[in-house]
């Protein structure tokens, strides 16, 4: 009886500490993030569970990670702007610093009220990027929170919705392309005014009318290589957690079929199709690039 009894005990020690870890790896914004522009238009709520950007016409606001990561998974759910959002740009992307900076960038560029929203990707190498793909969604991203997560090791970057790969930016230094590979980053979510560009070209204005605008954020995972202090490198050791499947995750062959027929029916623009931007020829990643 005592046995049994000292087993069941045991059992629920086991689950507690079980479900002390998931909250504790589940992540706080008031651990994880610094306000960096904005003020009081970020709010942390629930705890530290939610954090809302929100736009106004005097400014917009946003948020970035504490860490720095060289290479990880970094995951985001976002709800995004209902109604007439045009003009607006929300964003959830990884960048280091200086002229010479890495990023991979996720941008929601806002619509006319029942117009598809269009998520802006695009790749920076040592400065240079130029390397836009852009989808529209295949459901409404402002009426639930959907998951969107960026996968960086050093052979590949993948781009996922839902967990569904939209984009694989392939490790291509061999033909001369840059890749972000040796500058640490920091994840940076915004919201701001880009009315000059990002709804039809400008064409459509930001309606202030509507404001201020506001977008939540919720459960961001940085699952990643932590740069240590003073250092631009890290040891893997340092993963947030111990799943490291990020180090080496490419695409199997189910995964790659479902990435094409997204591609195929939601890409509404491919900087690799372009012809009026490289009427002298595409840049050497294009080939093979998704």
């Known amino acids: 009886m005592i046995s049994l009894t000292a087993s069941r005990a045991g059992l629920l020690i086991s689950v507690i500490a079980s479900l002390l870890l998931v909250a504790a790896s589940a992540g706080n914004f008031y651990q994880d993030v610094d306000v960096y522009f904005g003020g009081p238009r970020a709010q942390i709520l629930q705890g530290g569970q939610l954090l809302t ?3 106004d016409q005097a400014s917009g606001s946003g948020f970035n990670s504490k860490m720095e990561y060289m290479f990880g ?3 985001m759910q976002l709800k995004l702007i209902p ?8 964003t959830f992307y990884l960048t280091s610093q200086g002229n010479a900076h890495d990023e991979i960038d996720f941008e929601f560029l806002g619509n006319s009220s029942g117009q598809p929203y269009t998520v802006h990707t695009n790749v920076f190498g040592q400065g240079k990027g ?10 409404d991203p402002t009426t ?5 997560s960026i996968v960086w090791n050093s052979q590949r970057i993948i781009f996922l919705v839902d967990n569904n790969p939209i984009r694989v930016f392939n490790n291509d ?7 972000p590979k040796n500058q640490p980053m920091r994840v940076y979510c915004s919201l701001w005014n880009a009315d000059d560009w990002a709804t039809q070209g400008g064409r459509v204005k ?3 009318s509507k404001a201020p605008f506001s977008v939540s954020y919720r459960n961001f995972n940085a699952n990643g290589c932590v740069r240590s202090p003073g250092s631009s490198t890290c040891d893997s050791t340092n993963s947030a957690n111990n799943d490291q499947a990020w180090q080496n995750q490419g695409l ?13 029916r939601f890409m509404v623009y491919n900087y690799c199709a372009d012809r009026s931007r490289f009427p002298q020829g595409f840049p050497p990643e294009c080939k093979g690039q998704q």
């Open 53 to 55: 950007l929100s736009l």
């Open 73 to 75: 998974r970094f995951d």
């Open 83 to 90: 109604g007439n959002s045009a003009g607006t740009v929300t």
């Open 130 to 139: 130029g390397k836009e793909q852009q989808f529209h969604l295949w459901f």
């Open 144 to 148: 639930a929170f959907h998951t969107y």
């Open 173 to 179: 230094e061999s033909k001369g392309v840059p890749f």
């Open 206 to 208: 930001t309606d202030w």
């Open 252 to 264: 199997d062959a189910k995964a790659r079929n479902r990435m094409n027929w997204l591609r195929q």
